[in-house]
């Protein structure tokens, strides 16, 4: 029998122990935190002893507060400058080696690019009057600093406020050379600091004779030179050696405004400039007043080009399609025969040229590009800015603008594709879509409509619809691919609406695949490279892919039928053409930072972009202003005496009325006498007959006169 008194056995030695950890960790706890007080108060105390009072507190607080601001600045810097070194991780240093002349599409020359190995004179070959030319007035402390130079930059600034006035440059050499090889224009802090941090680069990877012998190879000089060895040859008919200190002097004043101060366009301006070149020899050390005098006297004189322009923007795009296409490890001096066309190509400056210079300020737009291919791809004009001698950055080939309402054209024919028709019916009504919900521009809706009207007067809301409930994002971002696209579009809704970045170039070609009856991969700028001796080593009809299909017969036919009626009653009226019936889109986008108009013929498709480099705002142009009317003076010219070829799916020619002045063409005058007129190809083709039928009329027998008369 189990005694009752029998108790169970103690767990008291478990319990014991739980309770010994948890004090274990209490006074450990209370130790480490006694231990951190006395540690800190005997660091308290010992920062005591710089303790500072009266006037060189105030002395430490503002250093501690710069030294932070400092610190936060240069976190700032460093973040900015980071995206600047992507650009050294290319083969920045070649320029693939290639001596490339280039002809047009008739066989002319027009021009040449690459480093010519035979005139890179190396910097140890020049004359000492050269360098010390360049230096005196570009840098010349070039060989003391280290890529910045702040003594250089403090006597800039005071110069500049004696002067009242930008009257010197703090930029020295290894900073302009970054400028070229890896930014652009811009004038911004931002490209400033990038310029800055590539400069420090430049001299920790390159000697200065590196540095220096980059600069006088690569910079442009004027006159679709690069280097001072091509300068020479082009504005004095001489190799570089030859040069005297006047033409020398004349060379290094180039570098700051070549455009400009180019000897072949203004002769005084040059020597005004060459002129400051000697002073400037002078002032550093680099020659006496003795030495320059002669060269004062006798101011040097360029030899005559014949008013030579050259297609430059053009050029420097069909240098990188070289590249592109020549076979590797082949022969690098090349002769290119591209697809330009000169006449086509001045009709290009001229008309961007003329509406800058019109209505450019009225409009708050200082830039523009365009871009022109015919429809067999092959592409006649590039113009990628106002001014080439100002800026050489490329806007029709290398800039992402925003492109507004002209990014619907894709969106509607992936939904032609998808079996939309233009009578299709769609509502145009408020849309939300995951947060975002777009507005029309006017601020209504319309109800229920259908794809041509919608598309006709650029109503938003429609193709954010149809993309949202029966495309994709990704349909449409792969429509735009497949029509010839290359830049980057991303991935988000707000493309659909022309959110995402294109070149000018880009648009030329993506509307160009519905101008040419659907085909992909035509456009090219160089039909046929050959060796100086004749020998083909590249020809675009072997060696290139043929065109492929991405566009159906009946999207295209449904395209283009929409298309054709916006300069008839849409947002591009002013863009008609008198007796030629043409298809486009306008595009306008957020706080009118871009103007677009985007049009083509049976002929012709160009793309047309105005804006500012800077980002800024116009005064409300739209793409049916500015770029539509640049447009129409343009094509007016291009279409003058050819045979006008119907656009893929629509209907023969019909007359359009031309937008007047009094239709808003925003002050045009409504006087277009100084436009060359176009006939239809029907009326030229029955002049031509009428011409040939009195040509070919046997001649006419006058009769005798009456015997009577003759006696008179």
Same mark, same amino acid.
């Given at each position: 029998?189990k005694d009752?008194?029998?108790?169970?056995p103690s767990?008291?030695?478990?319990?014991?122990?739980?309770?010994e950890?948890?004090a274990w960790?209490?006074s450990?706890?209370?130790?480490?935190?006694?231990?951190? &007080?006395?540690?800190?108060e005997?660091?308290?105390?010992?920062?005591?002893?710089?303790r500072?009072?009266?006037?060189?507190?105030?002395?430490?607080?503002?250093?501690s507060?710069?030294?932070?601001?400092?610190?936060?600045?240069?976190?700032v810097?460093?973040?900015?400058?980071?995206?600047?070194?992507?650009?050294?991780?290319?083969?920045?240093?070649?320029?693939?080696? =290639?001596a490339?002349?280039?002809?047009?599409r008739?066989?002319?020359?027009?021009?040449?690019r690459?480093?010519?190995?035979?005139?890179?004179?190396?910097?140890?070959e020049?004359?000492?009057?050269?360098?010390n030319?360049?230096?005196a007035?570009?840098?010349r402390?070039?060989?003391?600093?280290?890529?910045i130079d702040f003594i250089?930059?403090?006597?800039?600034?005071?110069e500049?406020?004696?002067?009242?006035g930008?009257?010197? %440059?703090?930029?020295?050499l290894?900073?302009?050379l970054?400028?070229?090889?890896?930014l652009?224009n811009?004038r911004?802090?931002?490209?400033?600091?990038?310029e800055?941090?590539?400069?420090l680069?430049?001299?920790?990877n390159?000697?200065?004779?590196?540095?220096?012998?980059?600069?006088?190879d690569?910079?442009?000089?004027?006159?679709?030179?690069?280097?001072?060895?091509?300068?020479?040859?082009? =504005?004095?008919?001489?190799?570089?050696k030859?040069v005297?200190?006047?033409?020398a002097?004349?060379?290094?004043?180039?570098?700051?405004?070549?455009?400009?101060?180019?000897?072949?366009?203004?002769?005084?301006?040059?020597?005004g400039?060459?002129?400051?070149?000697?002073?400037?020899?002078?002032?550093?050390?680099?020659a006496?007043?003795?030495?320059?005098?002669h060269?004062?006297?006798?101011?040097?004189?360029?030899?005559?080009r014949?008013?030579?322009?050259s297609?430059?923007?053009?050029?420097d795009?069909?240098?990188e399609?070289?590249? &592109?296409?020549?076979?590797r490890?082949?022969?690098?001096?090349?002769?290119?025969? !591209?697809?330009?066309d000169?006449?086509?190509?001045?009709?290009?400056?001229?008309s961007?040229?003329?509406?800058?210079?019109?209505?450019?300020s009225?409009?708050?737009?200082?830039?523009?590009?365009i871009?022109?291919?015919?429809?067999?791809g092959?592409?006649r004009a590039?113009?990628g800015?106002?001014?080439?001698a100002?800026?050489?950055f490329?806007?029709?080939?290398r800039?992402?603008?925003?492109?507004?309402?002209?990014f619907? !054209?894709?969106?509607?024919?992936?939904?032609?594709?998808d079996g939309?028709?233009p009578?299709?019916?769609?509502?145009?009504?408020?849309?939300?879509?995951a947060?975002?919900?777009?507005?029309?521009?006017n601020?209504s809706?319309? %109800?229920?409509?259908?794809?041509t009207?919608?598309?006709?007067?650029?109503?938003?809301?429609?193709?954010v619809?149809?993309? *949202?409930?029966?495309?994709?994002?990704e349909?449409?971002?792969?429509m735009t691919v497949?029509?010839?696209v290359?830049?980057?579009?991303?991935?988000h809704r707000?493309?659909?609406?022309g959110?995402?970045g294109i070149?000018v170039?880009?648009?030329?070609t993506?509307?160009?695949?519905?101008a040419n009856?659907? =085909?992909?991969?035509?456009r090219h700028?160089?039909?046929q490279?050959?060796?100086h001796?004749?020998e083909?080593?590249?020809?675009r009809? *072997?060696?290139?892919?043929p065109?492929h299909?991405?566009?159906s017969?009946e999207?295209?036919?449904?395209?283009n039928?929409?298309?054709?009626?916006?300069?008839e009653?849409?947002?591009? &009226?002013?863009?008609?053409?008198e007796?030629?019936?043409s298809g486009?889109k306008?595009? !306008?986008?957020?706080s009118y930072?871009?103007?677009?108009?985007?049009?083509?013929t049976g002929?012709?498709?160009a793309?047309?972009?105005?804006?500012?480099?800077d980002y800024?705002?116009?005064?409300?142009? !739209?793409g049916?202003?500015?770029?539509?009317?640049?447009?129409?003076?343009?094509?007016?010219?291009?279409?003058?005496?050819?045979e006008?070829?119907?656009i893929?799916?629509?209907d023969a020619?019909?007359?359009?009325e031309?937008?007047?002045?009094?239709?808003?063409a925003?002050?045009?005058?409504?006087?277009?006498?100084?436009?060359p007129p176009?006939?239809?190809?029907?009326?030229?083709?029955?002049?031509?007959?009428?011409?040939?039928?009195?040509?070919?009329?046997?001649p006419?027998?006058l009769?005798?006169?009456?015997?009577a008369?003759?006696?008179?």
């Open positions: 029998m009752p008194f029998e108790t169970k767990k008291a030695p478990k319990a014991s122990k739980l309770l950890f948890d960790i209490d450990s706890l209370y130790d480490s935190g006694f231990r951190a &007080r006395e540690w800190w005997s660091v308290t105390i010992f920062f005591r002893r710089f500072v009072s009266g006037w060189r507190r105030g002395v430490v607080e503002l250093a507060e710069g030294f932070t601001m400092g610190t936060a600045a240069t976190i810097l460093v973040a900015l400058a980071i995206p600047a070194f992507d650009e050294t991780q290319r083969d920045w240093l070649s320029q693939g080696d =290639y490339v002349t280039f002809v047009d008739y066989g002319n020359e027009i021009g040449q690459g480093i010519i190995q035979r005139d890179s004179v190396a910097v140890d020049l004359p000492d009057h050269v360098i030319a360049v230096l007035t570009e840098d402390r070039f060989f003391e600093h280290f890529g250089g930059l403090g006597r800039a600034l005071g500049n406020v004696r002067a009242n930008v009257v010197q %440059g703090g930029s020295t290894t900073q302009q970054a400028k070229n090889l890896f652009t811009e911004s802090m931002e490209r400033k600091i990038k800055a941090y590539l400069a680069w430049l001299e920790m390159l000697t200065k004779k590196e540095i220096l012998q980059l600069y006088l690569r910079a442009y000089l004027g006159g679709g030179t690069f280097g001072i060895a091509a300068a020479a040859d082009f =504005y004095f008919d001489k190799p570089i030859d005297t200190l006047a033409e002097a004349m060379i290094a004043g180039l570098f700051k405004a070549p455009g400009h101060l180019a000897p072949h366009i203004n002769l005084p301006a040059a020597r400039r060459a002129n400051v070149v000697l002073s400037n020899m002078v002032d550093s050390g680099f006496t007043e003795g030495q320059v005098l060269a004062r006297l006798n101011p040097a004189t360029a030899v005559d014949g008013g030579r322009d297609p430059d923007y053009y050029l795009w069909a240098f399609e070289v590249k &592109r296409v020549a076979p490890n082949g022969p690098t001096a090349l002769v290119a025969r !591209t697809t330009i000169l006449d086509i190509q001045k009709a290009a400056e001229e961007l040229e003329y509406h800058l210079r019109q209505y450019g009225d409009y708050g737009a200082s830039e523009g590009a871009v022109v291919l015919e429809n067999n092959a592409v590039i113009v800015g106002s001014d080439y100002r800026s050489q490329n806007r029709a080939t800039a992402l603008r925003q492109t507004g309402s002209s619907k !054209t894709y969106v509607y024919t992936a939904a032609m594709e939309f028709t009578d299709s019916v769609v509502p145009d009504a408020p849309i939300t879509w947060g975002w919900s777009p507005q029309n521009y601020r809706f319309s %109800g229920n409509i259908n794809l009207s919608a598309l006709v007067r650029s109503i938003n809301t429609v193709p619809r149809l993309t *949202r409930d029966h495309l994709s994002v349909t449409v971002k792969n497949a029509m010839g290359e830049s980057d579009l991303g991935n707000t493309m659909v609406l959110t995402s070149t170039l880009d648009q030329a993506g509307y160009g695949t519905l009856g659907g =085909y992909a991969g035509m700028g160089i039909t490279l050959t060796t001796g004749g083909i080593i590249y020809d009809q *072997r060696d290139a892919p065109p299909r991405v566009v017969e999207a295209v036919a449904a395209m039928s929409i298309l054709v009626q916006i300069p009653w849409g947002t591009a &009226r002013r863009a008609a053409l007796g030629i019936r486009g306008t595009g !306008t986008t957020q930072r871009d103007g677009w108009y985007v049009g083509f002929n012709y498709t793309a047309v972009w105005f804006g500012n480099d800024s705002p116009t005064r409300r142009m !739209t049916g202003s500015l770029p539509a009317m640049t447009w129409q003076r343009l094509m007016t010219y291009a279409h003058q005496n050819v006008l070829k119907p893929p799916g629509v020619p019909v007359e359009v031309v937008a007047s002045s009094e239709d808003g925003a002050g045009e005058d409504g006087d277009r006498s100084d436009r176009v006939m239809s190809s029907r009326t030229t083709r029955l002049l031509q007959s009428i011409n040939e039928m009195f040509r070919e009329a046997p006419v027998a009769p005798r006169e009456p015997e008369l003759s006696s008179l």
